[in-house]
């Protein structure tokens, strides 16, 4: 059951439903799940027909993905579950609006994720408008955060979600906690409408720093959640020591929250090694 001291939402990061009942059977509660084209590839019924050398129409992978948001709909029916948006840097803002409309009608409990890039931004913007719920994801800087803030000035807090990516920070010697910290800290400054998801979470250690961050959102693969369900839920005070071993600390930037957007510098190396990771795993699939 949730521990009553809990301040984070927790949900799971996954692409396979059989993990998502796992994680239920484990904490007693889910708030939500986070997926991307990564993890649906690496779902094992996919994978299976792969290993046999069948290979999918570009409609039958998307078929699928739909099945699979449906299942984790069944058991996370209150909860938000996060699909992701088909794009690479240069996909245009009416190409995700597009998918994101069509995304948005497979369950009432979606957020839609979306690059943080120029056209991404832009898409973020109307979709909200639209009254869509978005999770702008592969967030690796503080000017990054600030554009997603001032696109989504006005909206409601829970529709819009902000996905610092921990874990690949720290793989370039970047503490990837210390960017979390960052953006709390410049998001203090704001209305509190946008909700900071912390993801690529590869370690317990990881998910207590969150925890004692008090995150908005923590998103985990299923065995950090055992790890936590084996420790009894243990909520780590706010004087919780991180180590953060030999990664550097990314500076804090005082970033403005009402810039034009055009303003914000969204260009980030690690932005664009995502978005070809995911273009690139979803390809592996297509015939
Ligand atoms: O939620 C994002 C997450 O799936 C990325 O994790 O380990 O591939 O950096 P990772």
């Not at 290979?55 to 699979?68: C, G, M, N, P």
Request: glycine share 6%.
């Amino acid at each position: 059951m949730r521990p009553q001291n809990l301040k984070t939402k927790i949900f799971l990061d996954s692409g396979n439903p059989v993990e998502t009942r796992e994680a239920i059977k484990f904490l007693g509660f889910l708030d939500g799940q986070t997926t991307n084209p990564s993890l649906i590839a690496k779902n094992p019924e996919l994978q299976a027909k792969i290993s046999r050398g069948q290979k999918l129409s570009s409609e039958e992978v998307k078929t699928f993905y739909r099945s699979v948001i449906e299942e984790i709909k069944v058991m996370v029916s209150d909860g938000s579950i996060s699909i992701e948006v088909y794009a690479d840097k240069n996909t245009s803002k009416e190409k995700i609006i597009e998918q994101a409309r069509e995304m948005n009608k497979w369950i009432p409990n979606a957020h839609i994720k979306l690059p943080i890039t120029e056209a991404g931004l832009l898409a973020e913007h109307d979709l909200l408008k639209e009254g869509f719920r978005v999770n702008m994801t592969l967030c690796f800087s503080q000017e990054q955060a600030g554009a997603v803030y001032n696109m989504s000035l006005g909206s409601k807090k829970g529709n819009v979600f902000l996905s610092p990516f921990i874990g690949r920070l720290d793989d370039k010697g970047q503490n990837g906690l210390s960017l979390i910290e960052n953006i709390q800290k410049i998001y203090s400054k704001g209305d509190g409408h946008v909700e900071v998801l912390a993801a690529s979470i590869r370690s317990y250690e990881h998910f207590l720093a969150c925890l004692a961050l008090e995150v908005d959102i923590i998103t985990a693969p299923l065995k950090i959640l055992e790890e936590w369900w084996k420790r009894d839920l243990e909520i780590p005070s706010k004087d919780f020591v991180y180590n953060k071993k030999d990664l550097s600390n990314i500076p804090f930037e005082d970033i403005s929250l009402d810039k034009n957007f055009i303003n914000y510098n969204l260009q980030h190396d690690l932005t664009d090694a995502g978005l070809d990771k995911f273009v690139s795993d979803w390809k592996t699939l297509i015939a």
